[in-house]
């Protein structure tokens, strides 16, 4: 059976393609329309897929939206008459939307899809998936798992905001929810909002700040009992409930009501890039421990009810690292697998998965590791398109066999230099894992600000992750074995760290940021934590080989790893988004393949200034 999935009309939008079960091809919107998170119809993605899979729009056994519109227009109908008056303003301003738009979504899908290619819609069936569902199924069952409890979290779906559900084989039961407005993706994203950054996309901003705020301080402490008392009650199966006194997202156009915050806080809204206090790190921390607290306990309640020792999770909050970390590190579950695509994009995934699963009725192929493939999903591309890409870009470029690139990389990174790496298929999900990634030395005391500053041009706190070969992982980190997705925050190793000053709690951001903390400053974030991406010689051979080379020129088999782009740009997709990156920063080295660039050899650029403001700062 070959089956569709679509995700879009909110954010992230992407399109995914099954064949018998077999994930062939997953694809964001944002990397061939360049504008991050585009909720528009993913024409381009479901392009993509058919070309990847071989298959017309004809041949689709069906197509599957992600979640059911209807639905949500019932919330949508049934909160604003559930508190009016209030939100005239708002209601006023989504109804010609959802009239237009998103109502008659069955009739906007075909039509679109008509401009794509001709089916038949008595052959080609259009389906709805529910959004819970969608991301349930997309952790399930690409996982390695017969049975597994299933958290899915975010901000709001149709009603639903949260789940545990029940996978066995290849049905999957839906056995609690909590409903809108009690959510806690929304309630992270109110403090995403009022610390300045923006919602649906600066969480992970939220979450990387969080650690320079001060834990045993008086503030962070009060925080938490702020949150607490006035803003949720937390209940111990990890449902909360949210005094709607304080939030504006029901029925306004903002995420919360700032002056009852500014009050509750002490401290006023932060606008965008306005400068960071320590009071944004502690409220940033006190929320952190706030999320980690509630996952924890809806864990906890998810084993007790259904008695399994496999954990899956998705969900927008799946993508807090931190929180992960800690629910792994509290051995709830002997195993835990997190799509990682968890945020909506993934819901196209989920959405073919669940089709083929329980509306068809297929069983399932379960792989020893999981069937993701190493998320390496999207496009790549054959010399003969890179070498015709160097022709009409005049570039200068350098072919070198495997073993030779490497050495010269490992030679090159080990005295600080910055490689846009470039090969294989692009990854699915929000993470660069080797496939469109920005590499560095760990050991190098000044590569975070260089990063930072030169490369992503993005606020200075911001940590990076290390890719590290999976059989030397434990040398570095604590608690962890196998993290193929980045999507897992550990310890590293108390033998690898600095002793710190007595008044390190007390320093301010930059003090904290630019304090050598290990003896892999580039990687280690100011709490000691670090976002790891294990990396299988299985799944990706070629980054593992420049791993394994950079180990036998240092001793240490690790690179920084960060996304191929810069700050507001999505993930590069093609060899000319990479050499525009590479031409309009400071990065040292470009490897398109088994083609090298060296930045001083390349013609004159253009101006860069006016690339850059082609990206909305994210």
């Known amino acids: 059976m070959n089956i569709l999935g679509i995700s879009a009309f909110y954010h992230d939008s992407s399109a995914a393609l099954i064949v018998d079960g077999d994930i062939i091809a ?120 017969e049975k597994s409890a299933i958290i899915t979290i975010d901000g709001v779906g149709e009603w639903a905001t949260a789940s545990i559900c029940l996978g066995e084989g290849k049905d999957i039961s839906i056995i609690k929810e909590m409903h809108f407005p009690h959510s806690l993706g929304l309630l992270y994203s109110a403090f995403t909002y009022f610390s300045g950054f923006k919602v649906n996309s600066g969480e992970y901003k939220l979450m990387g700040l969080a650690p320079y705020g001060q834990p045993n301080s ?185 073993e030779k690139l490497n050495e010269y990389l490992s030679e090159q990174l080990s005295q600080g230099k910055i490689v846009g790496y470039f090969q294989g298929k692009m990854e699915y999900g929000p993470r660069a894992l080797g496939g469109r990634s920005i590499l560095g030395d760990p050991r190098n005391e000044e590569m975070q600000k260089q990063l930072n500053l030169k490369i992503k041009y993005r606020e200075s706190f911001r940590p990076f992750a290390p890719a590290v070969l999976e059989e030397d992982v434990a040398l570095f980190f604590e608690k962890v074995d196998h993290s193929p997705y980045m999507l897992r925050v550990h310890d590293v190793k108390k033998e690898l760290r600095k002793e710190l000053p007595d008044n390190y709690p007390a320093l301010g951001i930059k003090e904290k940021l630019y304090y050598k903390r290990s003896d892999l400053p580039a990687i280690t974030h100011v709490d000691f934590s670090a976002r790891i991406q294990t990396v299988s010689k299985k799944t990706n051979p070629k980054f593992w080989q420049l791993l394994t080379a950079f180990k036998q020129k240092t001793g240490i088999g690790m690179l920084v790893n960060t996304s191929f782009n810069v700050r507001g740009e999505p993930i590069v997709c093609t060899p000319e988004d990479a050499y525009n990156c590479f031409m309009n920063t400071e990065m040292d080295i470009l490897v398109l393949e088994n083609y090298l660039f060296l930045k001083n050899n390349q013609p004159e650029w253009k101006n860069k200034r006016e690339w850059l403001e082609q990206f909305e700062l994210d």
């Open 218 to 402: 008086e503030q962070v402490k009060k925080n938490i009992e702020r949150i607490k008392k006035e803003l949720i009650n937390i209940y111990d199966d990890g449902s909360i409930w949210l005094n709607q006194k304080y939030f504006n997202y029901a029925t306004g156009l903002t995420m919360t009501q700032n002056k009852l915050w500014e009050e509750l806080f002490n401290l006023k809204k932060r606008e965008p890039e306005d400068q960071l206090l320590q009071e944004h790190c502690n409220l940033g921390l006190a929320i952190q421990k706030i999320t980690e607290e509630v996952v924890i306990k809806m864990a906890h309640h998810a084993k007790k009810i259904t008695q399994c020792e496999n954990l899956c999770l998705s969900g927008g909050v799946a993508l807090n690292c931190v929180a992960n970390g800690k629910l792994i590190e509290e051995e709830i579950f002997n195993n835990v697998f997190i799509q990682p695509a968890s945020g909506d994009a993934g819901g196209s995934l989920g959405a073919a998965l669940s089709t083929h699963h329980i509306h068809y009725k297929k069983e399932r192929n379960i792989k020893k590791d999981d069937s993701m493939k190493g998320s390496y999903l999207g496009n790549s591309f054959p010399d003969y398109l890179i070498e015709k890409f160097i022709k009409k870009q005049k570039a200068v470029a350098r072919y070198f066999d495997d």
């Open 26 to 145: 997953a694809a964001q919107e944002e990397r061939y329309t360049r504008k991050k998170h585009d909720p528009s119809f993913p024409t381009n993605a479901i392009e993509f897929c058919l070309d990847e899979s071989g298959l017309s729009l004809g041949e689709l056994d069906a197509i599957v939206f992600y979640d059911k519109p209807f639905l949500k227009f019932e919330r949508l109908l049934e909160t604003y008459y559930a508190f009016a008056p209030k939100g005239v303003r708002s209601f006023i301003k989504s109804m010609p939307v959802w009239l237009n738009e998103k109502l008659f979504i069955k009739k906007r899908i075909s039509d679109e899809l008509k401009k794509i290619g001709h089916f038949d819609k008595k052959k080609t069936k259009l389906l709805f998936s529910e959004h819970h569902l969608s991301h349930a199924a997309s952790a399930f069952y690409p996982s390695p798992f």
